[in-house]
């Protein structure tokens, strides 16, 4: 799994982390785990092959919100008693 991470400037509200959240799960289909957090300024998501960062910047911007770093790295889910 690819865990990519987007710094989102704009999110000042509840609506405004639903948004992007829709945002990215209209432009990567294959998204899960798709968060966002107005106080930490970032949005997140798991998909199983790298998204192209350029278009998920993109895509954020369109929508009004500033997407100023896209981070991709591999991500792997750990069991419940992991060590």
């Given at each position: 799994?690819?865990?990519t991470t987007l710094t989102v400037e704009?999110?000042?509200c509840g609506m405004c982390e639903a948004h992007v959240c829709?945002?990215?799960r209209k432009a990567v289909p294959s998204a899960k785990k798709v968060s966002a957090s107005r106080s930490r300024k970032e949005a997140s998501f798991l998909t199983e092959e790298a998204v192209d960062p350029?278009?998920?910047q993109d895509a954020?911007?369109?929508t009004g919100y500033t997407?100023?770093?896209v981070l991709s790295e591999q991500f792997e889910k750990k069991g419940?008693?992991?060590r």
């Open positions: 799994m690819i865990r704009g999110m000042q829709e945002t990215i350029a278009f998920i954020v911007n369109q997407c100023t770093d419940l008693f992991h």
